[in-house]
């Protein structure tokens, strides 16, 4: 499972997590090369297998940008 962003109070998060859900749970953070997005909540995001990337689109603070973070090799 994946998740992108958020916030905590007035901060606005730009992170990235995965939680491997075989065996015992445990979250791991996904570091991308080399750019990403600001800090963003209540945004929305769908996971393309086709193309192996999650695309993240508008959210507060973003307005209406999309992002795509590839997770075929190096996350990017």
């Known amino acids: 499972m994946l998740v992108f ?4 109070g007035a901060e606005w998060l730009g992170d990235t997590w995965a939680l ?3 065996g015992s749970p445990v ?7 080399p ?3 600001m800090g963003m909540a209540w945004h ?6 086709l193309r192996e990337r999650m ?8 307005g209406s940008d999309a992002w795509a ?8």
Request: hydrophobic letters at 35%.
């Open 5 to 8: 962003g958020g916030n905590r």
């Open 20 to 22: 491997d859900l075989s």
């Open 27 to 33: 979250w791991t953070e996904v570091l991308p090369d």
């Open 35 to 37: 750019e990403i997005p």
């Open 44 to 49: 929305s995001a769908i996971y393309d297998p």
């Open 55 to 62: 695309i993240v689109f508008g959210g507060q603070a973003s």
């Open 69 to 76: 973070l590839s997770l075929a090799g190096t996350p990017s």
